[in-house]
């Protein structure tokens, strides 16, 4: 597995595709939820909304790509179907996903529970971890995330 910066944050089609991609993997996703962080009317909808899918939650201080020192945050875990993939498109692009409209962080883990992209919203940073057979079937499925995924060997 290698770990691939994402440079240029995915919206429009190549977010769309990029969901398209995630839900083909049979992924999981997760978002954050910050105490630290206020949450508007959207983001408890949100919660709502998505409350049907949801696998598990962890109340925890780490997750894919940030750590809090002295403070923790609910993740909660959802499964990647049809109707939560319309909800995540809804957003229009990956670092949408931030306090207070919505939860924060998406990220999306495979069947094995492998965290494969992360994304740190409010720093705009987004990573792929990924070997090179799933970076390459990632390209051919989202090509416009092509020139904008840069290997960190």
């Known amino acids: 597995m290698t770990h691939?910066?994402?440079?240029?944050?995915?919206?429009?089609?190549?977010?769309?595709?990029?969901?398209?991609?995630?839900?083909?993997q049979d992924a999981r996703f997760s978002l954050v939820w910050r105490q630290q962080a206020p949450?508007?009317?959207g983001a408890y909808a949100l919660k709502r909304v998505l409350?049907?899918?949801m696998e598990r939650q962890v109340r925890t201080a780490e997750w894919p790509g940030t750590r809090?020192?002295?403070?923790?945050?609910?993740v909660r875990?959802?499964?990647?179907?049809?109707?939560?993939?319309?909800?995540?498109?809804?957003?229009g692009r990956l670092f949408a996903w931030r306090a207070p409209e919505r939860p924060e962080d998406l990220a999306f883990y495979s069947a094995d529970g492998r965290c494969w992209l992360a994304s740190i919203a409010h720093e705009r940073?987004?990573?792929?971890?990924l070997d090179d057979a799933g970076l390459?079937?990632?390209?051919?499925?989202?090509?416009?995330?092509?020139?904008?995924?840069?290997?960190t060997r």
């Open 39 to 41: 949450l508007g009317a």
């Open 77 to 91: 875990i959802y499964r990647l179907v049809p109707e939560a993939a319309r909800v995540l498109a809804e957003a």
């Open 68 to 74: 809090l020192i002295g403070h923790t945050a609910m």
């Open 136 to 151: 390459a079937a990632l390209r051919a499925a989202v090509p416009g995330l092509l020139s904008a995924v840069k290997s």
């Open 125 to 129: 940073q987004a990573y792929v971890t």
């Open 4 to 24: 691939h910066d994402i440079p240029s944050e995915p919206a429009g089609e190549v977010y769309l595709s990029l969901l398209e991609f995630a839900e083909q």
């Open 51 to 53: 409350r049907p899918f």
